[in-house]
């Protein structure tokens, strides 16, 4: 049985787990590239870590993670197009002079042993929860159309087209081969809106 948290101080730990068990996640990369060159670029799996953890613990990072009991075994990153600038594609889109979603979801993460199973869309179920408590908007993710051809899980990274269309986002535009801009609009949850107001 999955369940899922917010990334935060109090889950670094286990986050930080799941990345070092997995080889710093894609040979070191802690899951920093969308954050920008300038906390990314040329910098050792030592200094990305380290990075990250600053920006956790500055509310400057965010996602959804997925746990099995106390272990956590996937996540799902989301954050502001501030928070996160960079996506795959950019040129293609920017060609169609975007404006700019309040939130974007970047990438995808399950560990060993976890592929498949589901990890994945527990996780963009987390992200939509999170980010209607933390205000709603419109929300960009950019999937990949894996119809009609075998895509491993492993590669996914930022989600397959069927899997946001089964959570209710539609195609905005292509914007490469395979890859899609998907849009949905979160609102707020109202019982967090009266708690804040």
């Given at each position: 049985m999955y369940e899922t948290r917010a990334l935060d101080e109090t889950t670094w730990?286990?986050?930080?787990?799941?990345v070092e068990a997995n080889n710093g996640v894609w040979g070191g990369c802690w899951c920093m590239w969308y954050h920008g060159k300038e906390v990314s670029g040329?910098?050792?799996?030592?200094?990305?870590?380290?990075?990250?953890?600053r920006l956790v613990r500055e509310g400057r990072a965010h996602a959804s993670l997925v746990f099995e009991?106390?272990?956590?075994v996937g996540w799902c990153q989301f954050g502001s197009p501030e928070e996160l600038p960079r996506i795959h594609?950019?040129?293609?889109y920017r060609k169609t002079d975007p404006?700019?979603?309040?939130?974007?979801?970047?990438?995808?993460?399950?560990?060993?042993?976890?592929?498949g199973n589901g990890v994945a869309?527990?996780?963009?179920?987390?992200?939509?929860?999170?980010?209607?408590?933390?205000?709603?908007?419109?929300?960009e993710a950019y999937p990949e159309n894996t119809e009609g051809r075998?895509?491993?899980?492993?590669?996914?990274?930022?989600?397959?087209?069927?899997?946001?269309?089964?959570?209710?986002?539609?195609?905005?535009?292509?914007?490469?081969?395979?890859k899609w801009v998907v849009t949905r609009t979160i609102k707020l949850d109202r019982s967090d809106a009266a708690r804040a107001g």
């Open positions: 730990p286990e986050f930080a787990r799941l040329d910098k050792t799996p030592a200094q990305k870590r380290k990075a990250k953890e009991g106390e272990d956590c594609n950019q040129r293609a404006v700019l979603p309040d939130w974007r979801i970047t990438c995808f993460f399950s560990g060993n042993g976890h592929r869309s527990v996780a963009l179920k987390g992200a939509i929860e999170q980010i209607r408590t933390l205000g709603g908007g419109r929300v075998k895509a491993s899980p492993a590669f996914l990274f930022n989600g397959s087209l069927s899997m946001f269309e089964r959570s209710g986002f539609k195609r905005s535009r292509q914007i490469g081969k395979d």
